[in-house]
């Protein structure tokens, strides 16, 4: 029990990450189909394991290539924690408050102390800029193309990263994080499915990791 952490936050904890290897949601009928989620899967335990796996990956990868960078905690938090909100938001088509929200304030510590130490504060401004102009943009996108609103959020955190690392490396993660996007669509096109929501979250981490590492 976390007793901080609020009821909603802690329900969904308890659905996406607290599950029985192999589990599966309970079939919806009329007594219980307001109570259930319509999510129709989750994570197996196989999926938790390559995806902390990868997670540890890309944060030692991005150790060893920013090591000399003030900003490189803040970029090895992003690799594992995005890791694993693309993780299940391509598992439940969903990104959990309780992994988003909470990065903010890390983050922002950790590019502060990155300024901090190298003196200039304007990256940090740059960066809180582009987190409220993502904000601000996805939320326009949320109202007129039906954008998730927990990919607004994360595209929050995702501008104030890149954001830090100059106007240019912002467009380039949203840019291929966009390419990654149309890719993915056409893929579930050409494979003649049909798809009502396409999460939105592994394309902008993708994109986000490959501006700051390229």
Not at 141 to 150: D, E, M, T
Request: proline share 7%; charged share 10%.
């Amino acid at each position: 029990m976390i007793p901080s952490m609020p009821s909603r936050h802690l329900r969904e904890f308890r659905a996406v990450l607290l599950v029985r290897p192999g589990s599966r949601p309970a079939p919806v009928t009329a007594e219980n189909s307001e109570s259930i989620a319509p999510r129709p899967t989750y994570l197996t335990t196989r999926a938790w394991i390559a995806t902390a796996v990868l997670a540890g990956a890309l944060s030692i990868v991005c150790a060893a290539r920013m090591h000399s960078d003030p900003a490189v905690l803040a970029c090895c938090y992003f690799s594992a924690a995005g890791t694993v909100m693309a993780a299940i938001d391509t598992a439940v088509i969903r990104l959990p408050d309780f992994l988003t929200l909470p990065s903010y304030p890390i983050t922002l510590m950790a590019l502060a102390c990155a300024s901090s130490s190298t003196g200039e504060v304007r990256p940090l401004y740059r960066g809180l800029e582009a987190s409220v102009l993502l904000l601000v943009l996805f939320a326009v996108l949320n109202i007129a193309a039906g954008v998730g609103l927990g990919d607004v959020k994360l595209a929050g955190l995702v501008g104030m990263l890149l954001g830090y690392f100059g106007w240019i490396v912002l467009f380039r993660g949203l840019f291929v994080a966009c390419m990654i996007g149309l890719a993915w669509a056409g893929l579930i096109r050409l494979c003649g499915r049909r798809a009502t929501h396409i999460p939105m979250g592994p394309a902008l981490v993708a994109g986000t990791l490959f501006a700051v590492l390229a």
